[in-house]
């Protein structure tokens, strides 16, 4: 009897699900599952009909991490260059994979019913949107190994919920459950374990209803103001408002937004 494929993908409307499989093994990350994540990425970048990819899970856990013994069988590195480098590699490709996930021009959600450790937690870390269950929970264990999470998890864990709480999950090495992630930065939004996937959906669905162009040139603006200083990050924001509001569909909805200001203040 054949394995069931590590990751599931399905449309629905606008939307591309994909679905981390592998609940037995606490969904941990494989070559196999990472391959078909960036082919559902490709494909979520590259028609123009889909607008949200979610990310989710099956099973007690979101993600345990990566599951090294699928690795392929190469032998681990001996060298300190050659450790820099397989991790500049990324175990299954994970880097090029998130740099991709950053730049594609529309929304990525990531929904944590359960806890949610170290790759996993890599994953998420470059997605737009992360919505958590009250059930979830959040931990990097490479303290425990001493070593850090180096694949995202420095860098991008610290540009979101800055030095403070980084020090919290990777120097002391301590959990953070639902509401606690919410507190530091890390999760937008903790809703009922009973509501969630239907919470999740009608989130996912709210941003299918959003601008394409201006979801896109947002999510450009904000990482580059993010890097920039004041002055520069209002250069940014310039630019791009000088190409949005050229467009027509904006045109159109300013004309309807001010038509229907006015009829409510005459019947007012």
Not at 62 to 70: E, I, K, P
Not at 186 to 209: G, I, K, N, Y
Request: aromatic share 6%; charged share 20%.
């Amino acid at each position: 009897m054949s394995e069931a494929p590590h990751l599931l993908v399905e449309e629905d409307g606008a939307l591309l699900i994909a679905t981390l499989n592998r609940p037995e093994k606490l969904n941990a990350m494989t070559g196999q599952m990472m391959a078909l994540f960036e082919q559902a990425l490709h494909r979520f970048r590259d028609k123009p009909a889909l607008k949200v990819m979610l990310v989710r899970a099956t099973g007690r856990y979101f993600c345990s991490g990566a599951d090294l013994r699928s690795g392929g069988g190469a032998p681990a590195p001996r060298t300190a260059s050659a450790i820099r480098e397989n991790h500049r590699l990324g175990v299954f490709g994970v880097h090029r994979i998130y740099d991709e996930m950053e730049h594609i021009e529309k929304p990525i959600v990531v929904a944590h019913h359960a806890m949610c450790v170290g790759g996993g937690l890599e994953l998420s870390l470059s997605c737009d949107f992360r919505l958590a269950a009250k059930s979830a929970a959040y931990a990097f264990p490479e303290g425990l190994f001493g070593v850090l999470p180096a694949s995202n998890g420095v860098s991008r864990l610290t540009r979101i919920c800055g030095p403070h709480w980084a020090r919290w999950l990777i120097m002391a090495n301590k959990p953070a459950d639902a509401d606690m992630a919410l507190g530091m930065g890390l999760v937008h939004q903790v809703f009922p374990d009973q509501s969630f996937e239907q919470d999740v959906m009608d989130f996912c669905r709210h941003l299918a209803r959003q601008n394409g162009e201006q979801m896109g040139a947002a999510k450009i603006a904000i990482e580059l103001a993010n890097d920039v200083s004041r002055d520069q990050a209002r250069h940014v924001e310039r630019m791009a408002n000088s190409a949005l509001m050229l467009n027509p569909d904006y045109l159109a909805r300013l004309e309807a937004y001010v038509g229907n200001i006015g009829s409510a203040a005459e019947k007012g």
